[in-house]
Structure formats: structure tokens, C-alpha cells
């Protein structure tokens, strides 16, 4: 089973950047992929960015050129950060991992609020 912290959310000015950050612990033999997915108030929780144990990552349109994401295989941690932020990035973002023979795990989440 893993277990995911998530930190670095919170209110930023349109254009502005934010960093998340996502640590796994718990018991598993491999983490194949972590990720973050977002959710805005009333819609439905999108994929935004993930990273395999190798390969280039893959990063959804709407945030390509802004947004990188970055993993350390060996402490198991994954990193967005978030540049030239807009207003329509507003959501809760959530850190996701793809571990073992097809298990998943979540996070909390943690609030990204990009306002003027």
C-alpha cells in the first residue's frame, strides 16, 4: 500500500508560479508512474502530468510550456511546478501513483487558487 503527502498549494497572482511537491512511502515493490490530476468545482478530476520510471513525461495540452514535471525514482517523490499561472488552473490538485501490478493511490489533495 502507498501512502501520498502532498504540499506546496495555495493563492497566487494570474502569472505567477507554484511548486507541488509529492512523497510516497508505505509498502510496494515499485512505483510505475506518479502523476497529478486536478479537479475544478464542477467538473470532472483531469490528468494534468505524469512520469513513468522512465521516458519523457507526458503533460496535457492545456498546461504544456507552463508546467514540468519532475521525479526522484530513488526517494520516490514527484514535483510540478507551475508557471505563468491562469485563473483557469484554479482546482484542487491531487497526486496520483501507478504501483506494482496495476494498484493506484491518492492523495489528499491540495489547493491551487490562482486570483488577482
Known amino acids: 500500500q502507498v501512502h501520498l503527502v502532498e504540499s506546496g498549494g495555495g493563492l497566487v497572482q494570474p502569472g505567477g508560479s507554484l511548486r507541488l511537491s509529492c512523497a510516497a512511502s508505505?509498502?510496494?515493490?515499485?512505483?510505475?508512474?506518479l502523476a497529478w490530476h486536478r479537479q475544478a468545482p464542477g467538473k470532472q478530476r483531469e490528468l494534468v502530468a505524469e512520469?513513468?520510471?522512465?521516458?519523457?513525461?507526458n503533460i496535457v495540452d492545456s498546461v504544456k510550456g507552463r508546467f514540468t514535471i519532475s521525479r526522484d525514482n530513488a526517494k520516490n517523490t514527484v514535483v510540478l511546478q507551475m508557471n505563468n499561472l491562469k485563473p483557469e488552473d484554479t482546482a484542487v490538485y491531487y497526486c496520483?501513483?501507478?504501483?506494482?501490478?496495476?494498484?493506484?493511490?491518492w492523495g489528499q489533495g491540495t489547493q491551487v487558487t490562482v486570483s488577482s
Open positions: 496520483k501513483a501507478n504501483y506494482d501490478a496495476g494498484d493506484a493511490a
Open positions: 508505505g509498502n510496494f515493490f515499485r512505483i510505475n508512474a
Open positions: 512520469q513513468y520510471s522512465a521516458g519523457p513525461p
